[in-house]
């Protein structure tokens, strides 16, 4: 063990929410819910404002909705986050060579091997807390955002102290400390520990991490078999060596496919989608990693090359959970005059599955869908959603997507960007019924002004996202 709390785990606060607010004036301090906006869509982020109705990732956006029918619902802008996080590793690199991506928002650092090592070892836990304080000033600085940083000895309680942390702060778990605060919370910390262990160690009247540390490891083991019962066993007893491992590795496992004729049917093109994912999860799988964003690449038939993805609360191998990311990224892109490659990736691997609550919920969300279809068909149509999802062309399922296979007008989703001819940037407040309402404002604008359009405006082009405060 570290004698030095010299491994940080950094970790952005309310990430994509917070730099949709900073992008939009109008949505600052205000309720903001980034995610899949259609009638299965999840919460990928929900703003501290919005938390305060009970809304939080990974939770379903009909529910969401009905807890705060209020809020600004966007979908994500993965290019701008990806740009915002490149800055922030960045910093963190400059800190240690040894930074270890778990997401766009959140990464390990181990001071001891850059250039604070030396010094670490003799000044110790004042040290890291004065490197934390300055990296968290950097980043507010260099891109307008707060992140929360934890300190410890091992990755296990600097994660831990992150979470506690939170928002915008700094906690630091001393040298010695470790099993005083790992006796206070409980079972759930653990990494390794989803619902179905959590389950199985409450069965065995186990509830806390203090309760499982006090118990002679052989009967861990008994209880979860040997592998999964002695690393969580140590894990309680605070004994975690895992290393800070830098991102040489590939950090992404992909598969694709070119087609000799080009595939039109959009039947034939899921099958062959389900085909790839399932070759992928095999991959990751077969190297033991989860990841937590799926992408799927299509090459048209003119060539042009898109690329989409959606990222994951946490990491997974699920094969299940994979290939209905990978349809749900397939629908929200037009499949017109046919495509010639397809291809389905996972990146943001992690070399642990912190929970598979994603997967559970999935499973459950399926057998829910197969009963309420209709229902929820009748729902959307009585709320305009569905209007709204065709607009956007958001994740709402087959009925939202090719009702007739055929586009109508042109989508214009919620949060995104664009450029009018004469009232310059802003970005999509809503739309439907063939109207598209636009807020005119920008990073350092003030507070800008709504005007509403026909969909098919011709002074309305899509656009790509401006630079934060303090970014480019
Ligand atoms: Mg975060």
Redesign the pocket.
Known sequence: MRPVPSILHL?????FASVEQASKPSLRGKPVIVGGLGARGVVSTASYEARRFGVHSAMAMAQARRLAPNAAYLIPRFELYRQVSDEVMALLRELSPLVEPLSL??AFVDLAAGPYGEALATEGAELARAVAEDLREDIRTRVGLTASVGLSTTKFLAKIASEQAKPDGLVLIEAGREREVLDTLSVRALPGVGPATEETLRRAGLTQIREVAALPQEELVHLLGRAHGAGVHALALGLDDRPVVAERDAKSVSVEDTFEVDLLDRDHIVTELERLADRCVRRLRAAGRSGRTVVVKIRRFDFSTLTRSETLPAPTDDPLVIAQMARRLLDSVELLGGIRLLGVGVTGLADWTQEDLFAQALREGLAEDAADEAADAEQARETGEAEEDAAYGGPAGPRAFHPGGELKARRWAPGQDVEHAELGHGWVQGSGVGRVTIRFETPNSPVGRVRTFAVDDPALSSAGALPLVGTA
């Open positions: 970790d952005m606060d309310a990430f928002d959140e």
